[in-house]
């Protein structure tokens, strides 16, 4: 699921309208055009970008807070919402935050509760949401490396923060340790294999080997950002592997468009990176939450065929050709009996 972002040309850079309410599902297809990826409806409360979500899987729902918005003034926003497709029309109010935030980052505390850490306005305060419903402040992180971090990557329950210090978290100990590893820190970052090994990729194209701490220079991605952008551009792990959604975003360099919607994905058998799809719109600065393949399914099923209404016609048309075949077969009987 791609949330929110910002588009940008030579028109509009550093324009707060440009903030995107836009939502989609990627890796779906509706059979009506080239594009990969389903519209969805527009998340509540206008633009948002630089905002954290994940799949609660005991729920089977989408949660997204926080995040930097325009909607009555610009700045950091504690709203939560959450999207199922048990109710894919609409997107449902949450708990709010304690405090606003942005470019954080959220993960699952034994794949049950999720906690949100990290980024501008929290920092060093983490808070998790209780089963009760509502946020608490959960635990502190010393040394700045989580609040100031360069990126976040998320593996299972560990959390790993890319700055000056290469940092990994264990959320089920809560443990922080500084890993001895040189920081080859050059844009976002995900934990991706290489080789049939676990590993953190950097959008400079560079792979930490995490059982040997050494770094490898991969195939760099497609599009690659200039050197002052590169460390605004996101890297997710998409099905097990980096993937790139969209390009950098316009530098005043006047070119006609500068945020695209191409997808690629990097295959470490082959050493270079694909072309996995398209976006239904260019932006940057958006949020990627990984869902399961049934999310497919059921907006397939419920938001394009229009939901009940959709089903009820489908049945209908079902009826209606059960109708005419069984008059046919009454016109041929009489037929032969004449």
């Known amino acids: 699921m791609i949330i929110g972002g910002y588009w940008s040309d030579a028109n509009n850079v550093n324009n707060d309208s440009a903030l995107l309410d836009s939502v989609e599902l990627f890796g779906c297809s509706d059979n009506s055009n080239s594009s990969s990826s389903i519209s969805l409806p527009s998340f509540p409360g206008g633009g948002i970008y630089l905002t954290a979500g994940a799949f609660i899987p005991t729920e089977e729902k989408v949660l997204v807070c926080g995040g930097y918005g325009c909607s009555s003034s610009c700045g950091a926003r504690r709203e939560c919402f959450s999207w199922s497709p048990a109710s894919p029309e609409v997107w449902r109010r949450e708990p709010p935050l304690k405090r606003p935030r942005w470019l954080h980052f959220m993960a699952m505390v034994a794949k049950e509760r999720p906690v949100v850490l990290g980024g501008r306005g929290g920092g060093e305060i983490t808070e998790v949401l209780e089963e009760a419903g509502g946020w608490r402040s959960y635990r502190n992180l010393?040394?700045?490396?989580?609040?100031?971090?360069?990126?976040?990557?998320?593996?299972?329950?560990?959390?790993?923060?890319?700055?000056?210090?290469?940092?990994?978290?264990?959320?089920?100990?809560?443990?922080?340790?500084?890993?001895?590893?040189?920081?080859?820190?050059?844009?976002?970052?995900?934990?991706?294999?290489a080789g049939g090994k676990e590993g953190i990729f950097v959008r400079s194209g560079h792979w930490l080997d995490l059982r040997t701490l050494t770094w490898h220079l991969k195939a760099t991605p497609p599009s690659r950002p200039s050197e002052e952008e590169e460390e605004e551009q996101a890297l997710w792990s998409f099905r097990g592997r980096p993937t790139v959604f969209g390009s950098p975003r316009c530098n005043g360099s006047g070119s006609s468009s500068c945020s695209s919607v191409e997808v690629a994905q990097y295959s470490p058998e082959a050493d270079r990176w694909e072309a996995v799809g398209r976006m239904r719109r260019p932006r940057t600065y958006h949020e990627v939450v990984e869902v399961p393949g049934f999310f497919c399914e059921a907006v397939q099923t419920r938001l394009l065929t229009g939901g009940e209404a959709g089903a009820a016609a489908v049945l209908c048309q079902f009826v209606s050709q059960y109708a005419l075949m069984q008059l046919l077969a009454h016109v041929v009987l009489s037929f032969f009996h004449l």
Not at 148 to 173: F, M
């Open 142 to 193: 010393s040394g700045g490396w989580f609040s100031l971090a360069g990126c976040l990557a998320h593996n299972g329950g560990r959390v790993y923060s890319l700055g000056q210090d290469l940092v990994e978290l264990k959320l089920a100990s809560w443990k922080l340790s500084r890993l001895p590893a040189g920081v080859v820190y050059k844009g976002g970052c995900a934990v991706a294999k």
